[in-house]
């Protein structure tokens, strides 16, 4: 196949299986000019199963966490599925929780490439869903984590407050929400709890990166970033800091589940990879947190390991122990 091809094969898969659209449901599309091939894609994709799409071309942004135009966050809540390939994220602003709450489902696909979208779709969602309720047997409930890694990563939180979700690409219920591609377990770490030291090894959201770029150092006080080592940690710093407060504060613990995915430097998949885990800073309202502000910002940390309550190991550099 060509890439065209492969790309209207993925959109035809995520419509289909991902999202089980109904041939009664009208479906809105919010893309903007970074997205235009995997927007065409699932305009291709949606007249071969002869589905209603509304395609809705957006300005790209701020950032990520921050709402589109006033008109498409309306546009939102109208609608019982809806996608939105972009190049900043909507999972974490207001407008996809209001429509949310309005009953929509909706996939996001922040910062796809054609690349990505063509083999990420590869995985089967069944095989993610079993991958990510092992984990979610393993780590519900109240418990002390420890995260370490090769590269200097000694951070120790607690979890329990909040539900750990499955990331599975199984988007097919109303108030459903979830990337494509998918791949991950995520929680909210308990508040001012998160002691220690991130080392982020990998991609950070809203940054270019390259596999020589040095790791940045972010020292975590009471749940929140306190200080920044390194140029990548001083630029996520001054973007953070943009929003206040809330900007710094701890939100998501995550794990890849993805045996598909492939580290590239595009944070949509990197986050996804089988043995990576991520954290991000800002919002985590939308998934179960109290935390509101307009960024959410995540960054990869590779080869790590993972302790629960001091005696457990879960991973082992990168390698899941169970």
């Known amino acids: 196949m060509d890439i065209a091809e492969k790309l209207e094969h993925s959109a035809l898969l995520a419509l289909s299986k991902c999202m089980a659209v109904k041939a009664s449901e009208d479906v809105l599309l919010i893309y903007d000019r970074s997205t235009t091939s995997i927007a065409d894609a699932f305009k291709s994709a949606a007249a071969i199963m002869k589905l209603k799409l509304v395609m809705r071309k957006i300005e790209i942004t701020g950032g990520n966490g921050q709402d ?3 008109e498409t966050c309306e546009l939102m809540k109208k609608y019982p599925v809806a996608l939105a390939p972009t190049k900043y994220s909507l999972t974490h602003c207001s407008a996809t929780r209001k429509a949310r709450e309005a009953g929509a489902r909706i996939a996001t696909l922040p910062g796809i490439t054609s690349d990505v979208f063509a083999r990420g779709l590869g995985a089967d969602p069944e095989i993610l869903r079993k991958s990510g309720e092992k984990w ?3 780590i519900s409930g109240s418990h002390s984590v420890k995260v370490t890694s090769p590269v200097g990563t000694d951070l120790i939180f607690r979890i329990g407050n909040c539900p750990v979700q499955n990331d599975d690409g199984c988007i097919t219920k109303s108030g459903d929400c979830g990337n494509l591609p998918a791949g991950e377990v995520f929680t909210v770490p308990a508040p001012a709890t ?7 090894d990998g991609s950070i959201g809203s940054f270019d990166w390259k596999e020589s770029d040095k790791p940045a150092i972010i020292h975590v006080k009471d749940g929140r970033a306190v200080f920044f ?3 990548r940690a001083k630029a996520l710093e001054n973007l953070l800091g943009k929003y ?4 710094f504060v701890l939100a998501e ?3 890849g589940t993805n045996p598909e995915a492939e580290i590239n430097g595009n944070l949509l998949e990197d986050e996804k990879v089988k043995g990576t885990v991520h ?3 800002g919002n985590n309202r939308n998934f179960g947190g109290d935390n509101d502000v307009p960024v959410h910002i995540d960054g990869i940390l590779r080869s790590p390991d993972i302790i629960l309550d001091n005696k457990e190991t879960l991973m082992r550099n990168g390698e899941w122990m169970f």
């Open 68 to 70: 589109p135009d006033p």
């Open 136 to 138: 979610i047997k393993k």
């Open 194 to 200: 998160g002691n220690g030291i991130l080392v982020i």
């Open 229 to 231: 080592e390194g140029e």
């Open 244 to 247: 206040g407060d809330k900007g």
């Open 253 to 255: 613990f995550g794990i």
């Open 279 to 281: 954290f991000a800073f």
